[in-house]
Nanobody, 123 residues
Framework: QVQLVESGGGLVQVGGSLKLSCAAS????????MGWFRQAPGKEREFVSA????????YYGDSVKGRFTISRDNAKISVYLQMNSLKPEDTAVYYC????????????????WGQGTQVTVSS
């Protein structure tokens, strides 16, 4: 069992930056690929980014490529999402997820989910 707790969300102006963090509860963290998803009101959940177990490979949704960066620190059992050049369309609840593979996460195959953190980008 892995519990995930996101933090770092908030209100930011267009063009600003935020860094989300996701802390995991279990020392088995390094066994999982990790990812971020988001869901805006009235929209389906969207894949944002994923990272492999050892951090060697990363994947991004088309809408965030070049602006967002995912990273992980297995010693701190945490995963991060650095978000730069934020746009109003980035406004959503952001969820951390753990899965067997990063490519699986890209297909929304997740074993565990966090409770989400709100990101609001104001214009």
């Amino acid at each position: 069992q892995v519990q995930l707790v996101e933090s770092g969300g908030g209100l930011v102006q267009v063009g600003g930056s935020l860094k989300l963090s996701c802390a995991a509860s279990a020392l088995t963290f390094r066994r999982y690929a990790m990812g971020w998803f988001r869901q805006a009101p009235g929209k389906e959940r969207e894949f944002v980014s994923a990272i492999t177990r050892n951090g060697g490979s990363t994947y991004y949704g088309d809408s965030v490529k070049g602006r967002f960066t995912i990273s992980r620190d297995n010693a701190k059992i945490s995963v991060y999402l650095q978000m730069n050049s934020l746009k109003p369309e980035d406004t959503a609840v952001y969820y951390c997820a753990a899965g067997d593979t990063a490519l699986g996460l890209k297909s929304s195959k997740s074993n565990y989910w966090g409770q989400g953190t709100q990101v609001t980008v104001s214009s």
